[in-house]
């Protein structure tokens, strides 16, 4: 933190009773830059014939900077639309989880003898027996 010099002489002046030389105020020169650019001659590297010949280069990197923005543009675009697919991933993998279970249960014998109850189909209680057709005799 700045501590105040103007009030720091006061109260020395009140201690010691000598008197201060007053502080002048720290003024910023607002032609330092100008300075500085007129040192460098930077206005003097770019002439305008230069400019004219160099117009082919610098409409090409204006071209690669916006192919460049547009570029990044559409990366952002394609992982914004695989994050909503492995999303919606999820979603049909879960979906899929739960409508297999589902008929699993109600795949159970037990469920369906009740399902079908209902059309006056009752469970068979005798055990299936396998069926046996003897072979054709050939001719000769």
Known sequence: MSTNKVRKSEANEEETGEVAEPVAPRRRSSGSART???KLNVFDWF???QIVNNMPYILFLTFLVILYIANSYYAERIIRDIDKTKTEMKEK???FISTRSQLMYKSKQ?????????????ESVEPPQKLTIPAPVEKQ
């Open 93 to 95: 993998s879960a979906e």
């Open 47 to 49: 002439d305008r014939n």
């Open 36 to 38: 500085l650019l007129k």
């Open 110 to 122: 037990s469920e369906v003898a009740d399902a079908v109850e209902s059309l006056g189909l009752k």
